[in-house]
T-cell receptor
Framework: QKEVEQNSGPLSVPEGAIASLNCTYSDRGSQSFFWYRQYSGKSPELIMSIYSNGDKEDGRFTAQLNKASQYVSLLIRDSQPSDSATYLC?????????????FGRGTSLIVHP | DVKVTQSSRYLVKRTGEKVFLECVQD?????MFWYRQDPGLGLRLIYFSYDVKMKEKGDIPEGYSVSREKKERFSLILESASTNQTSMYLC?????????????FGNGTRLTVT
């Protein structure tokens, strides 16, 4: 059974701080990792993809991947109240597997002014 | 940009009705998915299709069926709606050209069964 674990939160940070969201996964063969942002009542929106060990930066967002530790994280710098949402971690299948990713249940982030 | 369009944003149906949820994508994606999302339970896969007329059951297929007659369209059918099918339904698509392609979601359909 493939598992993706996230702390449900809520994670509360002050405006301007760095928010750190974490995700662990069980399938060591996984090769692709995604972060989605979901506002309340809306659908998930892809914000980051990462495939190789290390960091990937896109604006205020940085995704970090450590395959040896089976760990992927999302850092949000200079957090804004508009970043308040649920963040879903998704892990793609290993080579030869089906096309179905495994989603975590999400971490709720609250950025307070 | 990928566009995944779900036919209805909100839907209210009565118990026992047959309900059709439609989803269309414009990126020629091979893979299409139907999920439901409930508070505290996360995304749960109902059905997956990897090609026209091809489908696989997901984690919770009971009470649902699907149809994929054309590549761009994937329909979810509730044969006889029940109150426990009240939920947010999300359609998604992805390319199988690259195994690592992310899913792109539609705006969702919030279904209420009374």
């Amino acid at each position: 059974q493939k598992e993706v674990e996230q702390n449900s939160g809520p994670l509360s940070v002050p405006e301007g701080a760095i928010a750190s969201l974490n995700c662990t996964y069980s399938d060591r063969g996984s090769q692709s990792f995604f972060w989605y942002r979901q506002y309340s009542g809306k659908s998930p929106e892809l914000i980051m993809s990462i495939y190789s060990n290390g960091d990937k930066e896109d604006g205020r967002f940085t995704a970090q991947l450590n395959k040896a530790s089976q760990y992927v994280s999302l850092l949000i710098r200079d957090s804004q109240p508009s970043d308040s949402a649920t963040y879903l971690c998704a892990v793609g299948p290993p080579s030869g597997g089906s096309y179905i990713p495994t989603f975590g249940r999400g971490t709720s982030l609250i950025v307070h002014p | 940009d990928v566009k995944v369009t779900q036919s209805s944003r909100y839907l209210v149906k009565r118990t026992g009705e047959k309900v059709f949820l439609e989803c269309v994508q414009d990126m020629d994606h091979e893979n299409m998915f139907w999920y439901r999302q409930d508070p505290g339970l996360g995304l749960r896969l109902i059905y997956f299709s990897y090609d026209v007329k091809m489908k696989e059951k997901g984690d919770i297929p009971e009470g649902y069926s699907v149809s994929r007659e054309k590549k761009e369209r994937f329909s979810l059918i509730l044969e006889s709606a029940s109150t426990n099918q009240t939920s947010m339904y999300l359609c998604a698509s992805s390319s199988s050209g690259r195994k690592n392609s992310p899913l792109h979601f539609g705006n969702g359909t919030r279904l209420t069964v009374t």
